[in-house]
């Protein structure tokens, strides 16, 4: 009971509320223009998190990312132009509302829905973390290694691209993480002599680099989205409540989907997303209904994208493992921060943890009354030129990736990193494969070679521990379950 | 900057190689068995393996399948009357290069020219190159640098070069 008393005497100071309320503004409006994603409104904020007190740096990230998921549903109602790509699976279901003369409702549902995906998602970390905590404090390194081989899979499995690219841009991002002086023997590794790349690629501006830059490129590439005219709106919290007890169904389903694909790594709610509105589709009534402006899909996908923040933080908790690509910039945070991810986490740092949850509840709960002001001002928001806001993130991508280590080489990591990210979207290789190697390359192969060096070259320790062996089956399924897809592939073709 | 799945997974074939080759090379941990060499050379062989596989084109088929999710998005977008993105030249493609091209010039510059005149230069480069008009891009260049300079240099105290611009008043020395 102490530790929920000092929990809220952390979250209760004047600092983590103001960076509350101002994170919480920045993500709406990020996370409503478009092209700006989520992702990116978070790595931008990684530089300024650096002078905040933990729990406030914890609080802007969490704030500015729950708000930046629902506002991206903003210009996809009014506009059709996803604000985030966490919203794009249902842009044209709420578009086709606003064309029936509802955008109110549009809105509203991804507003009132969004907050309570987010309310039940948080509730699920309460509930995961804990026992999943007292589990892992049991493990060894060949259990953690397992599960870190298995996080990376996963990260492949999911990617809604080809499974061998998403195994290579893996590969490409351990191999960045190989860079460097943090190696078994100290030796200089692939640092071609040059003092900068001793300490390693550092991970947040390879993350600005990959999520800021490469998006100001694309835009580069890309016709400026027409102006949002002005318009007034009606009462947006209208039957919110009478939808709530209406389906009851698509909106627990969408929470525990949304829960399930946060708490896998690499995949976030981007991916929730898409799976709930199938889903919602899948299990409708009425899925004739779907795509002529009808609240099914919207609630579902709505619920669903927000509860995956809030579990995406369990493996990131646990194990730092990243749950999505918004948690791999937040376990830099918190490293940063001296909150080392891991089981003892919970133990040690219990108070914390409970500051953390409290943060979460009240981030959902504030986005209701911001979000209605946000939808009020989003015709002048919109109005905002983009030549005028992606040369300010240029400049910011530069100051802020410089200001996180004084060092200007840092830049240098940005630039490049753009580019490769850049490069890679566009020949269809999944970034946030890459970015899951990056950061859990130097955990990998610690847990790798402690093992071999504990087993004495031996395989067969790997196995021999229970939870190890379950864990080394997933991941040898995971890994081989791209054969296996392509080969029933290959006899069905056959067949038919 | 599309390059055929060929060409990126000779790319990686070659990347993974060096890599494994690379690894090879260095020096073991005396009396361990295993040392820094044995990570580099399990992901560049993996590399080289998934380089290969991507040329010869497995795994093709999945993307494919998104691809044709996204042509059919896009479709329904133009008959919306919202125009696709124009086809323009090869040369087309190099614009996307400003943006990490104006951060090689920060890079350089920062420290000779001050932190108020690159910065300054990066902002007109960037906006005009988004299509802004002179009548935008100008007061955005004078302003935006000068509020960065504030949040970073007096709330963060991250230590901006003044360079040749020294302007004790808003900080820079």
Redesign the interface.
């Known amino acids: 009971m102490s530790n929920l008393t000092q929990a809220f005497a952390l979250v209760f100071q004047t600092d983590v509320l103001l960076a509350i309320l101002l994170a919480s503004i920045y993500g709406l409006v990020v996370g409503s223009l478009p092209g700006l994603s989520a992702t990116m409104a978070t790595a931008l904020l990684v530089?300024?998190t650096?002078?905040l007190s933990p729990i406030a740096a914890i609080a802007t990230i969490i704030a500015a990312s729950a708000m930046a998921i629902f506002s991206g549903d903003i210009p996809g109602a009014l506009l059709?132009i996803p604000g985030t790509p966490a919203s794009a699976a249902y842009t044209?279901e709420a578009y086709a509302m606003t064309r029936k003369g509802q955008p109110e409702l549009a809105l509203g549902i991804g507003l009132w829905f969004s907050a309570l995906g987010g309310i039940a998602g948080t509730l699920s970390l309460m509930l995961l973390a804990p026992p999943l905590a007292e589990m892992a404090l049991q493990f060894s390194t060949y259990e953690n290694f397992w599960l870190a081989f298995l996080g990376l899979m996963c990260a492949t499995l999911v990617a809604?691209?080809?499974?061998?690219?998403a195994?290579?841009s893996m590969?490409?991002g351990?191999?960045v993480s190989?860079i460097g002086i943090e190696?078994?023997?100290g030796?200089p590794?692939?640092t071609f002599g040059m003092t900068d790349l001793f300490g390693g690629i550092e991970v947040i501006p390879a993350l600005v680099g990959v999520f800021a830059?490469s998006e100001?490129?694309?835009?580069?590439?890309?016709?400026?989205p027409?102006k949002l005219p002005f318009r007034r709106f009606g009462s947006i919290l209208k039957n919110q409540w009478n939808l709530t007890k209406q389906y009851v169904a698509p909106q627990v389903r969408g929470n525990i989907v949304g829960i399930i694909i946060g708490v896998l790594p690499g995949a976030g709610a981007d991916m929730a997303a898409w799976v709930s509105y199938s889903m919602a589709k899948r299990f409708s009534k009425t899925p004739e209904k779907f795509g002529t402006g009808h609240p099914e899909g919207l609630i579902e996908a709505g619920a669903s994208n927000n509860a995956s923040l809030a579990s995406g933080w369990v493996p990131a908790l646990l194990f730092a493992i990243p749950g999505d690509t918004i948690t791999a910039i937040a376990i830099g945070v918190l490293y940063m921060k001296g909150l080392n991810p891991g089981p003892t986490l919970f133990t040690e740092q219990a108070s914390s943890m409970y500051a953390l949850y409290i943060i979460f509840i009240i981030a959902n709960i504030i986005m209701i009354p911001l979000g209605i002001m946000m939808i009020r001002l989003a015709s002048r928001v919109l109005r905002a030129?983009?030549?005028?806001i992606?040369?300010?993130i240029?400049?910011?991508?530069?100051?802020g990736s410089?200001?996180t280590g004084?060092n200007?080489f840092a830049?240098?990591t940005?630039?490049?990193f753009?580019?490769l990210g850049?490069?890679m979207e566009?020949?269809?290789?999944p970034v946030a494969a890459m970015v899951l190697g990056i950061i859990m390359g130097t955990m990998?192969?610690q847990n790798?070679?402690t093992s071999?060096?504990k087993s004495?070259?031996s395989v067969l320790p790997f196995f021999d521990r229970p939870v190890a062996a379950v864990l080394a089956a997933m991941t040898i399924g995971a890994l081989l379950w791209?054969v296996f897809a392509?080969g029933w592939?290959r006899v069905r073709m056959a067949a038919a | 900057?599309?390059?055929s799945?060929r060409v990126?997974g000779l790319f990686?074939v070659a990347?993974?190689g060096v890599?494994a080759y690379?690894?090879s090379r260095?020096?073991?941990?005396p009396g361990?068995?295993?040392?820094?060499e044995?990570?580099?050379m399990v992901?560049?062989i993996?590399?080289a393996l998934?380089?290969g596989?991507?040329a010869a084109g497995?795994?093709?088929?999945?993307?494919d399948e998104?691809e044709a999710d996204l042509a059919k998005?896009s479709a329904?977008?133009e008959a919306?009357g919202?125009?696709a993105?124009?086809h323009h030249s090869r040369w087309?493609?190099l614009?996307?290069?400003?943006?990490?091209a104006?951060?090689?010039f920060?890079?350089f510059a920062?420290?000779r020219l001050g932190f108020l005149p690159t910065?300054g230069v990066?902002?007109?480069v960037?906006?005009?190159?988004?299509?802004?008009r002179a009548r935008?891009?100008v007061p955005?260049a004078l302003i935006?640098?000068l509020f960065?300079n504030l949040v970073?240099l007096k709330?963060?105290?991250?230590?901006?070069p003044s360079g040749m611009l020294p302007l004790p008043w808003i900080g820079l020395p």
């Open positions: 530089p300024i650096f002078y059709r044209d809604r691209s080809s499974p061998v690219k195994i290579a590969l490409l351990l191999l190989c190696n078994p023997a030796t590794r692939f830059v100001v490129m694309r835009a580069m590439m890309s016709a400026e027409p030129p983009r030549s005028a992606m040369p300010v240029v400049l910011m991508c530069a100051v410089f200001a004084n200007l830049v240098l940005v630039a490049a753009g580019v850049y490069v566009r020949n269809g290789y990998v192969e790798l070679v071999i060096m004495d070259g791209p392509w592939r | 900057m599309y390059l799945d990126t990686l990347l993974g890599a690379g690894g260095l020096p073991p941990v361990q068995q295993i040392g820094p044995v990570f580099p992901v560049g993996g590399l998934c380089g596989m991507i497995i795994g093709r088929s999945y993307e998104a998005i329904e977008t919306d919202i125009p993105a124009a087309w493609e614009r996307a290069l400003i943006p990490p104006l951060l090689l920060y890079y920062v420290d910065a990066v902002i007109l960037a906006s005009l190159a988004l299509g802004a935008l891009a955005l935006a640098p960065v970073f709330l963060l105290r991250v230590p901006l």
